[in-house]
């Protein structure tokens, strides 16, 4: 049976290989990732703030400095790419018009994010996190579900956005 659906892929010039993310759609969306990418960004940036910054770090210092910055680069072009997807796939023009606001909160959270990878300033990351959290709410909003801010539970603890399952 997979030799039939090879040979009618070959055949047919049907790619095979296909890159996508819920173009089927998958109508799997959670702002949750997104939160989580940029508590993460604030906690690598604590993280970088506590190594040794004097005049002549160990070289472990300088190899774990250089792993907190790629993971805070790496969380950070998963923000992106999440917040993409959300507002590309997910939202609709009836969420456009009923929250105007989304596509400059969109746009702004790209550039906050560029920007909260660029430098190490937590002031940036936080600024960035209260922009996705108001997405987040916007988002459950267009679900009908109630949201609720809470400190999470891990460090740095602080406050996100959550929806209200109950």
Request: aromatic share 10%; charged share 30%.
């Amino acid at each position: 049976m997979r030799r039939k659906i090879y040979n009618y892929f070959k055949k047919n010039n049907i790619p095979e290989i296909v890159f996508a993310h819920c173009d089927i759609p998958c109508k799997i969306y959670d702002p949750i990732i997104v939160q989580i990418g940029v508590v993460t960004m604030l906690r690598l940036a604590d993280l970088i703030e506590d190594l040794d910054n004097s005049n002549s770090p160990s070289v472990d210092d300088k190899a774990q400095f250089n792993r907190l910055v790629n993971q805070k680069e790496e969380h950070g072009i998963r923000v992106k790419e999440e917040i993409r997807v959300i507002w590309g796939d997910y939202f609709k023009k009836h969420h456009f018009e009923e929250f105007p606001e989304l596509h400059d909160l969109t746009h702004s959270i790209m550039i906050k994010c560029s920007i909260s990878k660029q430098i190490i300033n937590k002031d940036c990351v936080i600024d960035l996190l209260d922009s996705v959290n108001r997405f987040a709410e916007i988002f459950w909003h267009t679900k009908k579900i109630k949201t609720f801010k809470a400190k999470c539970p891990y460090p740095p603890g602080i406050e996100l956005v959550y929806p209200n399952l109950n």
